[in-house]
């Protein structure tokens, strides 16, 4: 069965510091890949998706980056945090071709103080 | 307007109670429809998912989709303290595209 794992669970962080928050699934490949971060009643934003080892594209052209050096890796960064970066971030996985249904980790909630 | 709308509650209902939990969208190219319940502090999970119109059972859960009036139900029967979490509705045209989600609705349980 596939597995999708998220660390750290949790991270505080000053503003100004860089982020790395990694994601990996197991028991699939070649998976599309996605970031989100969910803020209190705001629901989920899409900031990444990934279709292919290096192949990025961004929702929300922030501060923040994504990169996929591995067919079931997925980092989040960020060279300097915002306030406006503390939530909860999701990563999500697509399996197959004519799958739509997106399962997510655990998360990881950043708080930038 | 948002595309796809969902009231936050929280909504509070006794042990044993029939829930229904609701959105409205606007997009008409919705095709594929989700529900997730999501625990606090925790990742959504997915509940159910349907293709168009039409009901879907899966044990005390029943989802339902009425893409004539764009409006998508969860019921959940015979409610129990363990069904207390946020509920969220997510759509989508279908294949890879975006993945569109509702705002979420809490739900509580009392026992």
């Known amino acids: 069965s596939q597995t999708i794992h998220q660390w750290p669970a949790t991270l505080v962080q000053p503003v100004g510091s860089p982020l790395s928050l990694e994601c990996t699934v197991e028991?699939?490949?070649?998976?599309?890949l996605y970031w989100y971060r969910q803020a209190a009643g705001r629901g989920l934003q899409l900031l990444f998706y990934?279709?292919?080892?290096?192949?990025i594209s961004s929702e929300v052209p922030q501060n923040l980056s994504a990169s996929r050096p591995q067919d079931r890796q997925f980092i989040l960064s960020s060279k300097k945090l915002l306030l406006s970066d503390s939530g909860f971030y999701l990563c999500?996985?697509?399996?197959?071709?004519?799958?739509?249904?997106?399962?997510f980790g655990p998360g990881t909630r950043l708080t930038v103080t | 307007q948002k595309e796809v709308e969902q009231d936050p509650g929280p909504l509070s209902v006794p042990e044993g109670a029939i829930v229904s939990l609701n959105c409205t969208y606007s997009?008409?190219?919705?095709?594929?429809f989700m529900w997730y319940r999501q625990y606090s502090r925790k990742g959504p999970e997915l509940l159910m998912y349907?293709?168009?119109?039409g009901n879907k059972e899966d044990g005390r859960f029943t989802a339902q989709v009425d893409k004539s009036s764009k409006y998508i139900s969860l019921f959940i029967r015979d409610s129990q303290p363990s069904d207390s979490a946020t509920y969220l509705c997510?759509?989508?045209?279908?294949?890879?595209?975006?993945?569109?989600f509702g705002t979420g609705t809490k739900l509580q349980v009392i026992p």
């Open positions: 999500a996985w697509v399996g197959t071709v004519s799958s739509y249904e997106q399962y």
């Open positions: 997510a759509m989508t045209i279908g294949g890879y595209q975006k993945v569109t």
């Open positions: 997009n008409s190219a919705f095709q594929y």
């Open positions: 990934s279709v292919g080892i290096g192949q």
């Open positions: 028991g699939t490949s070649n998976p599309n």
């Open positions: 349907t293709y168009s119109s």
